[in-house]
Protein backbone atom coordinates (compact mmCIF):
# COMPACT_ATOMS: atom_id res chain seq x y z
CA UNK A 1 0.00 0.00 0.00
CA UNK A 2 1.26 3.47 -0.74
CA UNK A 3 2.58 5.33 2.06
CA UNK A 4 1.05 8.41 0.22
CA UNK A 5 -2.83 7.32 1.28
CA UNK A 6 -4.84 9.10 3.12
CA UNK A 7 -6.50 7.72 6.19
CA UNK A 8 -9.59 8.47 7.80
CA UNK A 9 -10.25 8.88 11.50
CA UNK A 10 -11.73 5.26 11.49
CA UNK A 11 -8.60 3.95 10.75
CA UNK A 12 -7.61 2.05 13.48
CA UNK A 13 -11.42 1.08 13.74
CA UNK A 14 -10.83 -0.81 10.63
CA UNK A 15 -7.70 -2.75 11.30
CA UNK A 16 -8.98 -3.62 14.48
CA UNK A 17 -12.37 -5.12 13.12
CA UNK A 18 -9.74 -7.43 10.52
CA UNK A 19 -11.11 -4.94 7.56
CA UNK A 20 -9.08 -5.73 4.45
CA UNK A 21 -7.80 -2.00 3.18
CA UNK A 22 -7.60 -1.35 -0.25
CA UNK A 23 -6.57 1.79 -2.35
CA UNK A 24 -9.72 3.62 -3.42
CA UNK A 25 -9.49 7.40 -4.98
CA UNK A 26 -6.41 8.11 -3.19
CA UNK A 27 -8.19 6.63 -0.01
CA UNK A 28 -6.75 3.70 2.27
CA UNK A 29 -10.39 2.02 2.79
CA UNK A 30 -12.03 -1.06 3.93
CA UNK A 31 -13.12 -3.24 0.64
CA UNK A 32 -14.83 -5.85 3.36
CA UNK A 33 -14.59 -7.13 6.78
CA UNK A 34 -16.33 -10.89 6.63
CA UNK A 35 -17.49 -10.87 2.87
CA UNK A 36 -19.23 -8.97 0.41
CA UNK A 37 -22.07 -11.04 0.11
CA UNK A 38 -22.28 -11.19 3.89
CA UNK A 39 -22.19 -7.53 4.32
CA UNK A 40 -24.29 -7.21 1.58
CA UNK A 41 -26.87 -9.33 2.65
CA UNK A 42 -26.70 -7.79 6.08
CA UNK A 43 -27.55 -4.10 4.30
CA UNK A 44 -30.79 -5.33 2.34
CA UNK A 45 -31.82 -7.94 5.92
CA UNK A 46 -30.50 -5.49 9.08
CA UNK A 47 -28.57 -2.68 8.80
CA UNK A 48 -24.63 -2.24 7.81
CA UNK A 49 -22.45 0.64 8.79
CA UNK A 50 -20.05 2.70 6.06
CA UNK A 51 -17.21 4.81 6.59
CA UNK A 52 -17.66 7.59 4.31
CA UNK A 53 -15.25 10.23 6.12
CA UNK A 54 -13.42 10.08 2.57
CA UNK A 55 -16.09 11.82 0.93
CA UNK A 56 -15.75 15.82 0.47
CA UNK A 57 -17.70 18.51 2.78
CA UNK A 58 -18.03 22.04 0.68
CA UNK A 59 -20.24 24.43 2.44
CA UNK A 60 -21.24 27.56 0.32
CA UNK A 61 -23.39 30.61 2.00
CA UNK A 62 -24.12 34.46 1.63
CA UNK A 63 -26.94 36.41 -0.20
CA UNK A 64 -25.78 34.85 -3.48
CA UNK A 65 -24.93 31.33 -2.99
CA UNK A 66 -28.23 30.39 -4.11
CA UNK A 67 -27.33 31.82 -7.49
CA UNK A 68 -23.92 30.58 -7.72
CA UNK A 69 -25.53 27.35 -7.28
CA UNK A 70 -28.16 27.37 -9.85
CA UNK A 71 -25.05 28.29 -12.34
CA UNK A 72 -22.76 25.93 -10.71
CA UNK A 73 -25.15 22.69 -10.98
CA UNK A 74 -27.78 21.23 -12.85
CA UNK A 75 -30.32 20.89 -11.01
CA UNK A 76 -32.55 23.18 -9.63
CA UNK A 77 -31.29 24.38 -5.63
CA UNK A 78 -33.99 27.10 -5.40
CA UNK A 79 -36.65 24.49 -4.91
CA UNK A 80 -35.03 23.42 -2.05
CA UNK A 81 -36.79 24.42 0.82
CA UNK A 82 -34.23 24.39 4.41
CA UNK A 83 -33.43 20.93 5.75
CA UNK A 84 -34.13 19.35 2.11
CA UNK A 85 -31.50 18.20 0.01
CA UNK A 86 -31.05 16.77 -3.95
CA UNK A 87 -28.97 14.50 -6.16
CA UNK A 88 -27.31 17.24 -8.82
CA UNK A 89 -24.29 16.99 -11.17
CA UNK A 90 -21.47 19.77 -12.20
CA UNK A 91 -21.39 20.07 -15.98
CA UNK A 92 -18.72 21.56 -18.32
CA UNK A 93 -19.62 24.05 -20.80
CA UNK A 94 -19.54 20.94 -23.29
CA UNK A 95 -22.23 18.79 -21.24
CA UNK A 96 -19.46 16.11 -19.75
CA UNK A 97 -19.27 15.30 -15.75
CA UNK A 98 -17.34 17.27 -13.42
CA UNK A 99 -18.99 15.38 -10.83
CA UNK A 100 -22.12 14.22 -9.37
CA UNK A 101 -23.01 15.52 -5.84
CA UNK A 102 -25.73 15.94 -3.32
CA UNK A 103 -26.79 19.20 -2.12
CA UNK A 104 -28.46 20.26 1.15
CA UNK A 105 -29.87 23.66 1.87
CA UNK A 106 -29.02 23.71 5.71
CA UNK A 107 -29.98 27.21 6.46
CA UNK A 108 -32.18 30.06 4.71
CA UNK A 109 -28.86 31.12 2.88
CA UNK A 110 -25.90 28.10 3.83
CA UNK A 111 -25.42 25.15 1.93
CA UNK A 112 -23.60 21.92 1.89
CA UNK A 113 -22.28 20.02 -1.34
CA UNK A 114 -20.94 16.48 -0.27
CA UNK A 115 -18.77 15.58 -3.20
CA UNK A 116 -16.77 11.99 -4.15
CA UNK A 117 -13.69 11.28 -2.39
CA UNK A 118 -11.65 11.06 -5.94
CA UNK A 119 -13.09 14.05 -7.03
CA UNK A 120 -12.41 16.33 -3.66
CA UNK A 121 -9.60 18.17 -5.35
CA UNK A 122 -10.94 18.31 -8.93
CA UNK A 123 -14.28 19.63 -8.06
CA UNK A 124 -13.38 22.49 -5.81
CA UNK A 125 -10.34 23.64 -8.07
CA UNK A 126 -13.41 23.87 -10.80
CA UNK A 127 -15.78 25.53 -7.92
CA UNK A 128 -12.80 28.04 -7.32
CA UNK A 129 -12.48 28.79 -11.08
CA UNK A 130 -15.82 29.13 -11.74
CA UNK A 131 -16.36 31.65 -8.27
CA UNK A 132 -13.49 33.91 -9.55
CA UNK A 133 -15.39 34.47 -12.72
CA UNK A 134 -18.87 35.33 -10.90
CA UNK A 135 -19.94 38.59 -10.85
CA UNK A 136 -21.26 38.31 -6.96
CA UNK A 137 -18.67 36.46 -5.53
CA UNK A 138 -18.40 39.25 -3.08
CA UNK A 139 -21.86 38.15 -1.67
CA UNK A 140 -20.95 34.53 -1.17
CA UNK A 141 -18.22 32.49 1.00
CA UNK A 142 -16.78 29.40 -0.24
CA UNK A 143 -15.46 26.65 2.55
CA UNK A 144 -13.94 23.35 1.78
CA UNK A 145 -13.93 21.34 4.61
CA UNK A 146 -13.55 18.18 3.60
CA UNK A 147 -10.25 17.60 6.38
CA UNK A 148 -12.28 18.75 8.92
CA UNK A 149 -15.43 16.78 8.73
CA UNK A 150 -16.36 13.14 8.62
CA UNK A 151 -19.27 11.13 7.80
CA UNK A 152 -20.72 7.85 8.46
CA UNK A 153 -23.53 6.03 6.32
CA UNK A 154 -25.85 3.54 7.96
CA UNK A 155 -28.41 1.88 5.66
CA UNK A 156 -30.85 -1.16 6.09
CA UNK A 157 -33.89 -2.25 6.87
CA UNK A 158 -33.70 -1.76 10.72
CA UNK A 159 -31.62 1.24 11.11
CA UNK A 160 -34.56 3.70 11.94
CA UNK A 161 -35.19 0.53 15.17
CA UNK A 162 -32.20 2.36 16.68
CA UNK A 163 -31.18 5.80 15.39
CA UNK A 164 -33.56 7.10 17.70
CA UNK A 165 -31.99 5.78 20.53
CA UNK A 166 -28.33 7.31 19.04
CA UNK A 167 -29.63 10.95 18.44
CA UNK A 168 -32.44 11.20 21.33
CA UNK A 169 -34.30 14.27 21.15
CA UNK A 170 -35.57 16.72 18.45
CA UNK A 171 -33.64 18.32 15.99
CA UNK A 172 -32.44 21.95 16.66
CA UNK A 173 -31.58 23.16 12.96
CA UNK A 174 -32.44 22.07 9.37
CA UNK A 175 -36.02 20.31 9.47
CA UNK A 176 -37.69 20.48 12.65
CA UNK A 177 -38.53 17.17 13.60
CA UNK A 178 -39.01 15.52 17.54
CA UNK A 179 -37.00 12.88 16.12
CA UNK A 180 -34.49 11.22 13.83
CA UNK A 181 -37.23 8.91 12.38
CA UNK A 182 -39.81 11.65 11.74
CA UNK A 183 -37.12 12.98 8.62
CA UNK A 184 -38.48 11.86 5.14
CA UNK A 185 -36.34 11.08 2.76
CA UNK A 186 -33.93 13.71 1.30
CA UNK A 187 -34.15 15.54 4.71
CA UNK A 188 -31.36 16.54 6.72
CA UNK A 189 -31.41 18.03 10.61
CA UNK A 190 -28.88 18.70 13.48
CA UNK A 191 -29.21 16.43 16.35
CA UNK A 192 -27.07 15.67 19.28
CA UNK A 193 -25.26 12.09 19.74
CA UNK A 194 -26.30 10.70 22.55
CA UNK A 195 -24.29 10.96 26.02
CA UNK A 196 -21.21 12.55 24.27
CA UNK A 197 -23.27 15.39 22.99
CA UNK A 198 -21.42 16.10 19.56
CA UNK A 199 -23.39 18.11 17.25
CA UNK A 200 -24.09 16.08 13.70
CA UNK A 201 -25.98 16.67 10.64
CA UNK A 202 -28.51 13.79 10.08
CA UNK A 203 -29.56 12.71 6.82
CA UNK A 204 -32.31 10.23 5.35
CA UNK A 205 -30.86 8.95 2.38
CA UNK A 206 -28.37 6.62 1.06
CA UNK A 207 -26.53 4.91 -1.54
CA UNK A 208 -27.39 1.26 -1.30
CA UNK A 209 -31.40 0.87 -2.23
CA UNK A 210 -32.34 1.03 1.21
CA UNK A 211 -33.92 3.41 3.94
CA UNK A 212 -31.04 4.87 6.11
CA UNK A 213 -29.12 7.58 7.47
CA UNK A 214 -25.95 9.68 6.46
CA UNK A 215 -24.17 11.47 9.66
CA UNK A 216 -21.86 14.23 8.77
CA UNK A 217 -19.69 15.68 11.81
CA UNK A 218 -16.34 16.98 12.76
CA UNK A 219 -13.32 13.99 11.87
CA UNK A 220 -12.53 14.41 15.75
CA UNK A 221 -16.06 13.71 17.02
CA UNK A 222 -16.69 10.88 14.33
CA UNK A 223 -15.23 7.85 16.18
CA UNK A 224 -18.05 8.97 18.68
CA UNK A 225 -20.79 8.80 16.29
CA UNK A 226 -19.08 5.20 14.87
CA UNK A 227 -18.97 3.43 18.59
CA UNK A 228 -22.38 4.83 19.56
CA UNK A 229 -24.25 3.03 16.31
CA UNK A 230 -22.40 0.19 16.68
CA UNK A 231 -23.41 -0.35 20.45
CA UNK A 232 -27.12 0.43 19.39
CA UNK A 233 -27.23 -1.62 16.42
CA UNK A 234 -25.71 -4.56 17.90
CA UNK A 235 -29.00 -6.34 18.66
CA UNK A 236 -30.17 -5.10 15.45
CA UNK A 237 -27.86 -6.91 13.73
CA UNK A 238 -25.64 -3.82 12.50
CA UNK A 239 -22.64 -4.60 10.93
CA UNK A 240 -19.77 -2.88 9.53
CA UNK A 241 -19.43 -2.89 5.26
CA UNK A 242 -17.36 -1.94 3.07
CA UNK A 243 -16.80 -0.71 -0.34
CA UNK A 244 -17.22 -3.84 -2.11
CA UNK A 245 -20.83 -3.92 -0.38
CA UNK A 246 -21.49 -1.08 -1.83
CA UNK A 247 -20.72 -1.42 -5.00
CA UNK A 248 -22.91 -4.45 -5.22
CA UNK A 249 -25.45 -2.50 -3.32
CA UNK A 250 -25.48 0.61 -5.79
CA UNK A 251 -25.28 -1.57 -8.76
CA UNK A 252 -28.40 -3.86 -8.43
CA UNK A 253 -30.41 -0.13 -7.98
CA UNK A 254 -27.99 1.48 -10.51
CA UNK A 255 -26.81 4.38 -9.12
CA UNK A 256 -23.99 5.96 -10.46
CA UNK A 257 -20.61 6.67 -9.77
CA UNK A 258 -17.77 8.61 -11.04
CA UNK A 259 -15.55 7.11 -13.00
CA UNK A 260 -18.06 4.37 -13.98
CA UNK A 261 -21.12 6.34 -15.27
CA UNK A 262 -20.22 9.47 -15.36
CA UNK A 263 -17.23 11.12 -16.60
CA UNK A 264 -15.69 14.05 -18.43
CA UNK A 265 -16.75 12.80 -21.81
CA UNK A 266 -19.94 11.39 -20.65
CA UNK A 267 -23.23 13.97 -19.88
CA UNK A 268 -26.00 13.32 -17.46
CA UNK A 269 -28.55 12.98 -20.62
CA UNK A 270 -26.45 9.78 -22.19
CA UNK A 271 -26.02 8.52 -18.42
CA UNK A 272 -30.12 8.62 -17.85
CA UNK A 273 -29.78 11.20 -15.06
CA UNK A 274 -31.97 14.06 -17.72
CA UNK A 275 -34.36 14.07 -14.65
CA UNK A 276 -31.61 15.89 -12.62
CA UNK A 277 -30.68 18.87 -15.24
CA UNK A 278 -33.53 21.36 -14.75
CA UNK A 279 -33.50 23.28 -18.28
CA UNK A 280 -36.75 25.41 -16.72
CA UNK A 281 -34.24 27.17 -14.01
CA UNK A 282 -32.45 29.28 -16.69
CA UNK A 283 -29.00 29.22 -17.66
CA UNK A 284 -26.13 27.26 -15.97
CA UNK A 285 -22.56 25.78 -17.36
CA UNK A 286 -23.37 23.40 -19.89
CA UNK A 287 -27.09 24.47 -20.31
CA UNK A 288 -26.39 24.92 -24.26
CA UNK A 289 -24.98 21.94 -24.91
CA UNK A 290 -27.18 19.76 -22.68
CA UNK A 291 -30.01 20.95 -23.82
CA UNK A 292 -28.52 19.99 -27.98
CA UNK A 293 -28.08 16.54 -26.71
CA UNK A 294 -31.64 16.18 -24.87
CA UNK A 295 -32.99 17.73 -28.45
CA UNK A 296 -30.84 15.64 -30.51
CA UNK A 297 -31.00 12.82 -28.61
CA UNK A 298 -27.75 10.93 -27.38
CA UNK A 299 -25.15 9.23 -29.38
CA UNK A 300 -24.90 6.59 -26.29
CA UNK A 301 -27.22 5.59 -23.86
CA UNK A 302 -26.70 3.72 -20.63
CA UNK A 303 -28.05 0.70 -20.11
CA UNK A 304 -28.90 -2.31 -17.20
CA UNK A 305 -28.64 -5.65 -18.30
CA UNK A 306 -29.03 -9.21 -16.86
CA UNK A 307 -26.81 -12.25 -17.54
CA UNK A 308 -29.22 -14.91 -19.52
CA UNK A 309 -25.71 -17.14 -20.06
CA UNK A 310 -24.26 -18.70 -17.07
CA UNK A 311 -20.73 -17.41 -16.74
CA UNK A 312 -18.40 -15.55 -14.60
CA UNK A 313 -19.65 -11.94 -13.55
CA UNK A 314 -19.08 -9.31 -16.07
CA UNK A 315 -17.04 -6.52 -14.80
CA UNK A 316 -16.04 -2.81 -15.90
CA UNK A 317 -14.07 -2.42 -19.72
CA UNK A 318 -16.00 -5.69 -21.04
CA UNK A 319 -17.08 -5.18 -24.59
CA UNK A 320 -20.59 -5.67 -25.85
CA UNK A 321 -21.60 -7.29 -28.81
CA UNK A 322 -24.62 -7.41 -31.13
CA UNK A 323 -23.78 -10.15 -32.85
CA UNK A 324 -20.10 -9.53 -34.72
CA UNK A 325 -20.65 -6.04 -34.18
CA UNK A 326 -19.28 -4.24 -30.81
CA UNK A 327 -21.87 -2.09 -29.78
CA UNK A 328 -20.30 -0.66 -26.64
CA UNK A 329 -18.79 -1.57 -23.29
CA UNK A 330 -19.54 -2.22 -19.80
CA UNK A 331 -18.67 0.40 -17.12
CA UNK A 332 -19.84 -1.41 -13.74
CA UNK A 333 -20.72 -5.46 -13.38
CA UNK A 334 -20.66 -7.45 -10.40
CA UNK A 335 -22.89 -10.19 -10.00
CA UNK A 336 -25.70 -9.41 -7.53
CA UNK A 337 -26.14 -11.36 -4.51
CA UNK A 338 -29.77 -10.64 -4.20
CA UNK A 339 -30.37 -11.98 -7.65
CA UNK A 340 -27.32 -14.38 -7.89
CA UNK A 341 -26.89 -13.72 -11.64
CA UNK A 342 -24.25 -11.47 -13.47
CA UNK A 343 -25.88 -7.98 -13.70
CA UNK A 344 -24.37 -4.56 -14.78
CA UNK A 345 -24.46 -1.24 -16.28
CA UNK A 346 -23.33 -0.79 -19.95
CA UNK A 347 -23.10 1.95 -22.47
CA UNK A 348 -24.64 1.31 -26.02
CA UNK A 349 -25.89 2.52 -29.19
CA UNK A 350 -29.38 4.16 -28.34
CA UNK A 351 -31.23 1.84 -31.04
CA UNK A 352 -30.03 -1.30 -28.50
CA UNK A 353 -31.10 0.58 -25.29
CA UNK A 354 -35.13 -0.81 -25.25
CA UNK A 355 -35.73 -3.46 -22.49
CA UNK A 356 -35.58 -6.83 -23.80
CA UNK A 357 -32.85 -6.37 -26.18
CA UNK A 358 -30.59 -9.72 -26.56
CA UNK A 359 -26.82 -8.26 -26.52
CA UNK A 360 -23.80 -10.57 -25.38
CA UNK A 361 -20.82 -9.56 -23.59
CA UNK A 362 -17.20 -10.20 -23.82
CA UNK A 363 -16.21 -12.05 -20.55
CA UNK A 364 -12.53 -13.23 -20.86
CA UNK A 365 -12.85 -13.45 -24.41
CA UNK A 366 -15.95 -15.51 -24.74
CA UNK A 367 -19.49 -13.84 -25.63
CA UNK A 368 -22.48 -14.86 -23.35
CA UNK A 369 -25.57 -13.70 -23.68
CA UNK A 370 -27.48 -10.77 -21.46
CA UNK A 371 -30.46 -8.75 -21.48
CA UNK A 372 -31.35 -5.10 -21.32
CA UNK A 373 -33.72 -4.73 -18.20
CA UNK A 374 -35.11 -1.43 -16.83
CA UNK A 375 -33.66 0.01 -13.95
CA UNK A 376 -33.06 -0.79 -11.01
CA UNK A 377 -32.25 -4.27 -11.61
CA UNK A 378 -33.15 -5.27 -8.23
CA UNK A 379 -36.36 -4.16 -6.65
CA UNK A 380 -36.93 -4.89 -3.02
CA UNK A 381 -39.96 -6.88 -2.59
CA UNK A 382 -42.98 -4.50 -0.89
Same mark, same amino acid.
Given at each position: ??????????????????? %???????????????? !???????? =? +? *????????????????? *??????????????????????????????????????????????????? #????? =?????????????????????????? =??????????????????????????????????????????? #?????????????????????????????????????????????????????????? %????? +???????????????????????? !?????? $?????????????? +???????????????????????????????????????????????????????????????????? !????????????????? $???
Amino acid at each position: MSASLKRTPLYATHQALNG %RLIEFGGWEMPVQYTS !IIDEHQTV =R +T *AAGIFDICHMGEVFISG *ASALLFLNHLLTNDASKLAVGQGQYTQMSQEDGGTVDDLYLYRLTDKEYLL #IINAS =RIDADVAWMQKQLAAFPQQHLLTFEN =RSDKYGAIAVQGPKAAEFINDVFPGGSHAGTHVHKVTELHKNQ #IATFNLKATGALCWVARTGYTGEDGFEIVTTASRILEVWDTLMDAGKTHGLKPAGLGA %RDTLR +TEVCYPLYGHELDDKTSPIEAGLG !IFVSFE $KGPFIGHDALLAQK +TKGPQKRCVAFKMTDKCAPPRPGYTVWSGEEQVGQVVSGTLSPSLNAGIGLAYVKPELAKKETVIQID !IRGKKFAAQVVGKPIYR $KAV
